[in-house]
């Protein structure tokens, strides 16, 4: 990021006080990003400055950034002081008369951001205000957390210099060089929801994703799949781009930067992300409109966006592969997009499973192609260029009929051979079913090892990039591997827990500011019932991921779990992993079980095996900073919840290094 776009205004205290307030103004109205600006606004903003200058007088060392940009939740801090070694965060609600949870939730995010993403604030005390300018004065007390960042502290107009007096004498005195701060890399690591969000207003990759090693990997990554769209766009080619990745390794985040950043509508170079996964499309396109509509407050009215619109424009971007199926068999003309990108490549049909369906839903008696064969046809529509990319990640088909990457390579051969196929090497490690002999045996194809297009890194957990391997290892119980692996997870807590209000009292200890937290379980644990567990009572995952603390639907009430299939591809900070008997050790080893009737009956369907273990997979992935694994006691009075069934998964767990609470 552009270090002046950071902020809009910075000046020392002493500095600040000399220059008149049109001038400060006059800075803040022409960082803004909107032509014009309501006059609320600008008054709240002169109240604001009017306010910090009557303060600051009594600090004149101190750096002041107005409008300090946090680029992972596409918003911008009010103000941020750089006071005795430490950074205050201060959120104004100008005439507020209470303070509101939300907006104490908004000042510890940002705070919340700054310390784990922000490098020179790793080691820095952080202390978020929320300055409510009419509200009642409230004690302060300042309490550090053992990370250094303070639970927020409540001011208004009247007492913020006492506020400001007793957060300076209570801070370790200590010096902190502004420009060194302000000019430190940032290396965010947004959701998928963030970033769809922040790459729909126009960031760039670079700028909401981190700068290291795992950030490196997935600019190179949407780089090279520019250029194979530049090259086949000039040389007229067709081509297939095969994105491989472990869990979390920014898959999704790559191909919604592909898709924005093709959307040439008069280039003729339409793209258009696609999912199967209809939870992931229904949150994304929501969050979008929501965050749409949320700019309004700061929009004039004659620029104001309405829903429809709203829902449209996000709907033209994240589209439901299914939905794109339907409307190309109605049609024999070739789609408006030239770049498609699917999602979760790997979960298309098979031809058993696309004709069952396509029978049953659609009355289409004499569809007999794969879902891979069939939407490759459609691009095959174009006459002179098109790109399709593929997002395939290892080990992640979770229902039947999934047909994996082998499915994609089958319809190539027989149908598609002038198409240039572009992979990694990485897409022959058994996490992908793709045998680098059976590649070869299909005959002459044109392929192309490219390095830049896996993604090894994972990016969902920035606390820990080790996650996925220490899931591989406890999914293959390895125990001794996995308590290797956990050695290295110091800041990723992992805990075991009998208890369920254990591991809900667990979650909401650690969840700070916004963070989600959530409960989830595997779509067939249907004995966690007696423990609360309903697994087979659906959820609306637009109101679990989206709705907030107070919303009984949400994530955050802890009632309502999900299950692999509604937390596929989407994540959440601090997840609450509860195990059945379905996925269980036995003599050492894992066992597959589903449950029909009234019974566990053993799985011995390679392919069903392969589905239960990977939705646990999944389920022990979606954590951004934490989780806590619920195992039941069981019961020997209930023949299908037999303390045997858990208590060896559990002692396996603990064996791999997960600690008790």
């Known amino acids: 990021m552009n270090l002046s776009n950071r902020f809009a205004y910075k000046a020392e205290a002493c500095q600040f006080i000399q220059t008149s307030e049109d001038e400060v103004l006059g800075q803040l ?174 960031h760039k990759v670079e700028e909401i994703s981190r700068s290291d090693a795992g950030a490196i990997n997935l600019t190179k990554t949407c780089a090279q799949v520019s250029r194979v769209i530049d090259d086949a766009k000039a040389n007229n080619k067709k081509v297939i ?88 068999l109605a049609s024999n003309e070739p789609p408006i997009e030239k770049v498609v990108i699917f999602d979760e490549a790997q979960r298309a049909w098979n031809e058993e499973q696309a004709s069952s369906f ?20 459609v691009m095959n529509r174009h006459k002179d260029w098109c790109v399709v990319v593929c997002l395939i990640g290892g080990g992640q088909e979770i229902n039947t009929g999934e047909g994996g990457i082998i ?41 192309h090892l490219e390095p830049d297009l896996n993604l090894s890194v994972s990016l969902r957990s920035f606390r820990a990039e080790k996650l996925s391997a220490f899931v591989s290892a406890v999914i293959s119980g390895d125990s001794i591997k996995a308590r290797e692996i956990k050695g290295h997870l110091t800041r990723y807590p992992i805990y075991l827990t009998r208890n369920l209000e254990v591991a809900r009292s667990a979650l909401r200890g650690w969840a700070r500011g916004s963070e989600r937290i959530g409960l989830v379980a595997s779509s067939n644990a249907i004995r966690l019932k007696p423990s609360g567990i309903f697994v087979k009572g659906e959820i609306d995952p637009i109101h679990w991921f989206l709705k907030g603390k107070t919303d009984i639907r949400s994530s955050h009430y802890l009632e ?59 389920l022990l992935t979606r954590g951004r900073q934490g989780m806590v694994i619920f195992v039941p006691e069981g019961d020997d009075l209930d023949p299908t919840r037999q303390k045997s069934y858990y208590d060896q998964t559990y002692d396996f767990l603990k064996s791999c290094g997960m600690g008790e609470i």
């Open 29 to 202: 109205i022409n960082q803004h990003k909107f032509r014009q600006l309501e006059q609320q606004q600008i008054n709240a903003w002169l109240r604001q400055i009017k306010d910090l200058k009557q303060v600051l007088a009594g600090f004149p060392g101190v750096t002041l950034l107005l409008e300090f940009e946090i680029p992972r939740i596409g918003r911008r801090v009010d103000a941020i002081l750089i006071l005795n070694g430490a950074i205050l965060v201060m959120e104004y609600k100008v005439g507020a008369k209470s303070y509101d949870s939300t907006s104490i939730d908004q000042a510890y995010d940002y705070a919340l951001d700054l310390k784990n993403f922000h490098k020179a604030s790793h080691n820095l005390n952080i202390v978020p205000i929320l300055i409510a300018t009419d509200a009642p004065n409230k004690s302060p007390k300042l309490e550090i957390g053992a990370d250094g960042i303070a639970t927020p502290i409540l001011a208004n107009s009247e007492n913020l210099l006492s506020i400001l007096s007793f957060v300076s004498n209570s801070l370790p005195k200590s010096v902190l060089d502004a420009e060194s701060w302000i000019s430190s890399a940032y290396h965010p690591t947004p959701t998928i929801v963030e970033a769809a969000q922040a790459l729909y207003k126009g």
């Open 241 to 328: 781009c095969l994105i491989t990745g472990a869990p979390g390794a920014g898959k999704s985040l790559a191909g919604l930067n592909i898709a924005i950043e093709r959307m040439h509508y008069l280039e003729n170079e339409h793209a258009v992300f696609l999912s199967g996964n209809g939870p992931l499309v229904a949150v994304l396109r929501e969050a979008l409109v929501q965050d749409q509509l949320a700019e309004n407050d700061s929009l004039p009215k004659d620029e104001r966006i309405k829903r429809k619109p709203a829902e449209q424009k996000a709907s033209a971007f994240i589209q439901n592969i299914h939905h794109f199926r339907d409307d190309n």
């Open 358 to 377: 396509m029978k049953r839903k659609r009355g289409q008696d004499n569809f007999s192609m794969s879902e891979p064969d069939f939407l490759l046809s």
């Open 407 to 447: 499915e994609w390579i089958s319809a190539l051969k027989e149908s598609y051979k002038d198409w240039e196929i572009h992979f990694s090497n990485e897409i022959f490690k058994s996490d992908y079913a793709l045998s680098r002999e059976w590649l070869e045996d299909q005959g002459p194809l044109k392929l």
């Open 560 to 618: 309502d779990v999900a299950t692999e299939f509604d937390i596929q591809g989407l994540e959440i900070d601090w997840v609450g992993v509860c195990w059945d008997a379905n996925f269980r050790i036995e003599d050492g080893r894992w066992a597959t079980y589903n449950f029909s009737g009234s019974k566990w009956q053993s799985v011995h369907d390679l392919e069903k095996q392969k589905y239960i273990t990977n939705s646990y997979r999944v």
